[in-house]
């Protein structure tokens, strides 16, 4: 099993930047692939960033590029999600999963354990 907490969500301006952060407990953190998610209540949860298990390798949503950078540190059993310039179309509610394999995956179902979420309001 993992337990997977996330923080650091909050209301924030356009142009803004926030950091998340999940904080992994139970098995070996640093065997899992971990991804960010988002969901609305207008749409279905969807991916936003994922990290393989060396954090070798990465894959962002296309509309997150070169504004989110997703990061771990296997030594702090903790994952990150840096977003920078902010816009109101990121408003949702961000989870932090795991999987139970090492490579990284964009699909939902791909992913075994969920975090709680955390809110994110960005504000025009």
């Known amino acids: 099993q993992v337990q997977l907490v996330e923080s650091g969500g909050g209301l924030v301006q356009a142009g803004d930047s926030l950091r998340l952060s999940c904080v992994a407990s139970?098995?070996?953190?640093?065997?899992?692939?971990m991804g960010w998610f988002r969901q609305t209540p207008e749409k279905e949860r969807e991916f936003v960033a994922a990290?393989?298990?060396?954090?070798?390798?990465?894959s962002y949503v296309d509309s997150v590029k070169g504004r989110f950078t997703i990061s771990r540190d296997n030594a702090k059993n903790t994952m990150y999600l840096q977003k920078n310039s902010l816009k109101p179309e990121d408003t949702a509610v961000y989870y932090c999963?795991?999987?139970?394999?090492?490579?990284?995956?964009?699909?939902?179902?791909?992913?075994?354990?969920w975090g709680q979420g955390t809110q994110v309001t960005v504000s025009s």
């Open positions: 990290i393989s298990e060396s954090a070798l390798s990465t």
């Open positions: 139970g098995r070996t953190f640093s065997s899992n692939a």
């Open positions: 999963a795991a999987r139970r394999g090492r490579l990284l995956s964009r699909t939902r179902h791909d992913y075994a354990y």
